[in-house]
């Protein structure tokens, strides 16, 4: 039986409501579109996987508000019902110096936090982005009202010159990093 992952792609496209952050003529949600994109077709590729993504298009638009873009997604994976839920996002700082990637889990134990270690450990060895830690955010939407274990990760910092370039110059190298993540977890690789 195919291990079923709900890939959400964060945000909205540019015109409607909470596109996501940006910096260097980058926008997050192109990015997390993007290599939610990539990560769904290697999955797929492997045979193991059914996979659906929160925005099959770029022109996808979820909710009309935050608050009912960010029900829709979690509605969709629970009815399905996906057995994991791995939110795509992209960060900014104030501070242009703050770089990194993070991935953040409901709380620190469990599958989801085993899930979070392998995929942060998939993204830096990939990307070679800087190692910022799994970290608790209870409060966060889409940890907290997923039926299944869930991760939100934050793939570099769109407000920092060199993640920046990263995402830019080799946004695979991203799904690449999410896609070992997660073979590890499964143990499909070492």
């Known amino acids: 039986m195919a291990i079923k992952i709900f890939i959400d792609q964060g945000h909205n496209p540019t015109g409607y409501h909470n596109t996501g952050a940006s910096g260097f003529g980058l926008e997050e949600q192109d990015i997390t579109y993007t290599v939610g994109v990539m990560l769904a077709d290697m999955l797929r590729t492997d045979g193991r996987f059914e996979v659906r993504l929160s925005r099959p298009t770029p022109q996808t638009v979820l909710g009309t508000n935050n608050t009912t873009s960010l029900a829709q ?29 993070e991935v953040y889990v409901y709380r620190l134990s469990g599958q989801a936090d085993w899930l979070a270690q392998q995929v942060l450990r998939g993204i830096v060895e990939a990307a070679g982005t800087k190692k910022n830690g799994v970290i608790a955010r209870p409060s966060l939407y889409v940890l907290r009202k997923t039926d299944m274990p869930a991760i939100l990760t934050e793939l570099a910092y769109l407000s920092n010159a060199s993640d920046a370039e990263k995402l830019r110059a080799d946004p695979y190298l991203f799904a690449q990093g999410l896609y070992n993540g997660i073979m590890r977890y499964f143990g499909f690789m070492d």
């Open 73 to 101: 997604r979690v509605r969709e994976a629970n009815e399905w019902p996906a057995d994991y839920f791995i939110s795509i996002h992209a960060n900014a700082n104030e501070n242009p110096a703050v770089n990194g990637t």
